[in-house]
Protein backbone atom coordinates (compact mmCIF):
# COMPACT_ATOMS: atom_id res chain seq x y z
CA UNK A 1 0.00 0.00 0.00
CA UNK A 2 1.34 3.42 -0.96
CA UNK A 3 2.10 5.78 1.39
CA UNK A 4 -0.44 8.60 -0.30
CA UNK A 5 -2.99 5.35 0.17
CA UNK A 6 -2.66 5.26 3.81
CA UNK A 7 -2.65 8.93 4.53
CA UNK A 8 -5.85 8.69 2.78
CA UNK A 9 -7.43 6.05 5.18
CA UNK A 10 -6.27 7.82 8.34
CA UNK A 11 -8.07 11.23 7.38
CA UNK A 12 -11.10 9.31 6.47
CA UNK A 13 -11.32 7.37 9.77
CA UNK A 14 -10.54 10.48 11.52
CA UNK A 15 -13.49 12.25 9.74
CA UNK A 16 -15.96 9.45 10.02
CA UNK A 17 -15.02 9.59 14.21
CA UNK A 18 -15.86 13.47 14.06
CA UNK A 19 -18.74 12.81 12.64
CA UNK A 20 -20.05 9.91 14.29
CA UNK A 21 -19.40 12.19 17.72
CA UNK A 22 -20.84 14.88 16.49
CA UNK A 23 -24.13 12.87 15.47
CA UNK A 24 -23.75 11.27 19.00
CA UNK A 25 -23.70 14.54 20.29
CA UNK A 26 -26.86 16.39 18.11
CA UNK A 27 -28.96 13.16 19.38
CA UNK A 28 -28.33 13.66 22.92
CA UNK A 29 -28.88 16.94 23.26
CA UNK A 30 -32.01 16.96 21.34
CA UNK A 31 -33.17 14.09 23.29
CA UNK A 32 -33.00 16.36 26.90
CA UNK A 33 -35.89 18.36 24.99
CA UNK A 34 -38.18 15.69 25.11
CA UNK A 35 -36.74 14.19 28.07
CA UNK A 36 -40.63 13.99 29.82
CA UNK A 37 -42.28 12.64 26.38
CA UNK A 38 -39.52 9.36 27.03
CA UNK A 39 -38.85 8.96 30.13
CA UNK A 40 -42.27 10.81 32.30
CA UNK A 41 -41.13 13.76 34.55
CA UNK A 42 -38.06 14.26 36.69
CA UNK A 43 -37.76 12.87 40.01
CA UNK A 44 -38.22 15.62 42.73
CA UNK A 45 -34.89 17.54 44.44
CA UNK A 46 -33.71 16.12 47.15
CA UNK A 47 -33.98 17.93 50.33
CA UNK A 48 -31.14 20.22 51.66
CA UNK A 49 -28.65 18.20 53.85
CA UNK A 50 -26.51 15.11 53.57
CA UNK A 51 -27.51 13.19 49.82
CA UNK A 52 -29.97 10.08 50.81
CA UNK A 53 -28.03 6.51 51.32
CA UNK A 54 -28.93 4.08 48.00
CA UNK A 55 -31.36 2.77 50.18
CA UNK A 56 -33.41 5.74 50.63
CA UNK A 57 -32.97 6.43 46.62
CA UNK A 58 -34.44 3.17 46.18
CA UNK A 59 -37.41 3.54 48.44
CA UNK A 60 -37.91 6.68 46.28
CA UNK A 61 -37.71 5.50 43.17
CA UNK A 62 -39.80 1.94 43.09
CA UNK A 63 -42.15 3.32 45.83
CA UNK A 64 -43.20 6.69 43.75
CA UNK A 65 -42.60 8.68 46.96
CA UNK A 66 -44.41 12.10 47.22
CA UNK A 67 -42.66 15.09 48.05
CA UNK A 68 -44.03 15.04 51.49
CA UNK A 69 -43.86 11.14 52.24
CA UNK A 70 -39.90 11.58 51.21
CA UNK A 71 -39.88 14.74 53.45
CA UNK A 72 -41.68 12.76 56.31
CA UNK A 73 -39.55 9.60 55.58
CA UNK A 74 -35.95 11.85 55.54
CA UNK A 75 -37.71 12.99 59.06
CA UNK A 76 -37.57 9.40 60.31
CA UNK A 77 -34.19 8.87 59.04
CA UNK A 78 -32.56 12.04 60.80
CA UNK A 79 -34.13 11.18 64.01
CA UNK A 80 -33.00 7.60 63.71
CA UNK A 81 -29.18 8.42 62.92
CA UNK A 82 -29.51 10.89 65.58
CA UNK A 83 -30.54 8.14 68.69
CA UNK A 84 -28.12 5.64 67.07
CA UNK A 85 -25.31 8.10 67.13
CA UNK A 86 -26.26 8.45 70.77
CA UNK A 87 -26.22 4.80 71.60
CA UNK A 88 -22.55 4.68 69.94
CA UNK A 89 -21.35 7.11 72.03
CA UNK A 90 -22.65 5.28 75.09
CA UNK A 91 -21.46 2.28 74.24
CA UNK A 92 -18.22 2.91 72.79
CA UNK A 93 -16.09 3.53 76.45
CA UNK A 94 -17.46 0.36 77.54
CA UNK A 95 -16.70 -1.65 74.15
CA UNK A 96 -13.34 0.14 73.83
CA UNK A 97 -12.42 -1.06 77.23
CA UNK A 98 -13.40 -4.34 76.36
CA UNK A 99 -11.45 -4.35 73.01
CA UNK A 100 -8.07 -3.45 74.90
CA UNK A 101 -8.95 -6.07 77.47
CA UNK A 102 -8.87 -8.84 74.86
CA UNK A 103 -5.55 -7.21 73.49
CA UNK A 104 -4.21 -7.24 76.55
CA UNK A 105 -5.45 -11.07 77.49
CA UNK A 106 -3.84 -12.39 73.22
CA UNK A 107 -0.93 -10.40 74.30
CA UNK A 108 0.04 -12.47 77.84
CA UNK A 109 -0.22 -15.79 75.50
CA UNK A 110 2.09 -14.62 73.30
CA UNK A 111 6.07 -14.79 73.49
CA UNK A 112 8.36 -11.28 73.69
CA UNK A 113 8.76 -11.37 70.06
CA UNK A 114 5.65 -12.73 69.51
CA UNK A 115 4.07 -9.45 71.23
CA UNK A 116 6.15 -6.97 69.68
CA UNK A 117 4.64 -8.23 66.63
CA UNK A 118 1.45 -8.54 67.67
CA UNK A 119 1.81 -4.87 69.17
CA UNK A 120 2.74 -3.72 65.39
CA UNK A 121 0.11 -5.53 63.83
CA UNK A 122 -2.43 -4.11 66.32
CA UNK A 123 -1.32 -0.54 65.45
CA UNK A 124 -1.11 -1.13 61.78
CA UNK A 125 -5.10 -2.46 61.88
CA UNK A 126 -6.29 -0.26 64.65
CA UNK A 127 -8.27 2.04 62.56
CA UNK A 128 -10.16 -0.88 60.14
CA UNK A 129 -10.89 -2.59 63.51
CA UNK A 130 -12.18 0.36 65.77
CA UNK A 131 -14.16 1.11 63.07
CA UNK A 132 -15.39 -2.16 62.68
CA UNK A 133 -16.09 -2.81 66.43
CA UNK A 134 -16.97 0.40 67.36
CA UNK A 135 -19.46 1.38 64.18
CA UNK A 136 -20.13 -2.39 63.21
CA UNK A 137 -20.11 -4.00 59.82
CA UNK A 138 -20.99 -2.04 56.82
CA UNK A 139 -24.81 -2.68 56.59
CA UNK A 140 -25.58 -5.02 53.10
CA UNK A 141 -26.56 -4.02 50.27
CA UNK A 142 -30.26 -3.60 49.24
CA UNK A 143 -32.35 -6.00 48.41
CA UNK A 144 -29.91 -8.87 48.63
CA UNK A 145 -27.19 -7.78 45.99
CA UNK A 146 -23.81 -8.95 46.12
CA UNK A 147 -21.61 -8.06 49.73
CA UNK A 148 -19.37 -4.98 49.77
CA UNK A 149 -15.62 -6.05 49.84
CA UNK A 150 -14.10 -6.45 53.26
CA UNK A 151 -12.73 -2.98 54.19
CA UNK A 152 -8.78 -3.04 54.14
Excluded at 97 to 113: F, M, N, Q, S, Y
Excluded at 140 to 149: D, L, V
Aim: with cysteine; net charge neutral; charged share 30%.
Amino acid sequence: MSRFVAVGVAIALVLCGVIVGALGTYLILEGRGHREERWGPPPPPHPPGPPPGPFTREMEDRLGLSRDQLDKIHAILDDSRDKADAMRRELRPRLEAHLEETRTKIAGVLDPEQRKKFEAMVEENKARADRFMLDGPPPPPPFGGPPPPPPR
